[in-house]
Nanobody, 115 residues
Framework: QVQVVESGGGLVQAGGSLRLSCSAS????????MNWYRQAPGKQRELVAG???????NYAGSMKGRFTISRANAKNTVYLQMDNLRPEDTAVYYC?????????WGKGTLVTVSS
């Protein structure tokens, strides 16, 4: 059973940085694409950034230039470096991994940005 677990969330002041991690376990295969999503209170879940197995990345418009996604393939781990955080970045951040036609969600990690 594949499990996806996020970590690294917390409380940070506006302008600060956080690095989130997401690890997939329970498989001998390398995860294909891995995406980060977030859901703020009262809002729909939205895509933050994604990275393919070949390293190609994509970002939502408001995150470009502030967030950086990367991965360590050997560890089935993806990272989200978040810089210059804003109060509106406050949300639960979720990781979604794709493997052999299936997708797997983590339970999320809370990021709170204070003004």
């Amino acid at each position: 059973q594949v499990q996806v677990v996020e970590s690294g969330g917390g409380l940070v002041q506006a302008g600060g940085s956080l690095r989130l991690s997401c690890s997939a376990s329970g498989t001998v295969y390398s995860i294909d694409a891995m995406n980060w999503y977030r859901q703020a209170p009262g809002k729909q879940r939205e895509l933050v950034a994604g990275i393919a197995s070949n390293g190609l990345t994509n970002y939502a418009g408001s995150m470009k230039g502030r967030f950086t996604i990367s991965r360590a393939n050997a560890k089935n781990t993806v990272y989200l470096q978040m810089d210059n955080l804003r109060p509106e970045d406050t949300a639960v951040y979720y990781c979604r991994g794709y493997l052999r036609g299936m997708d797997y969600w983590g339970k999320g990690t809370l990021v709170t940005v204070s003004s």
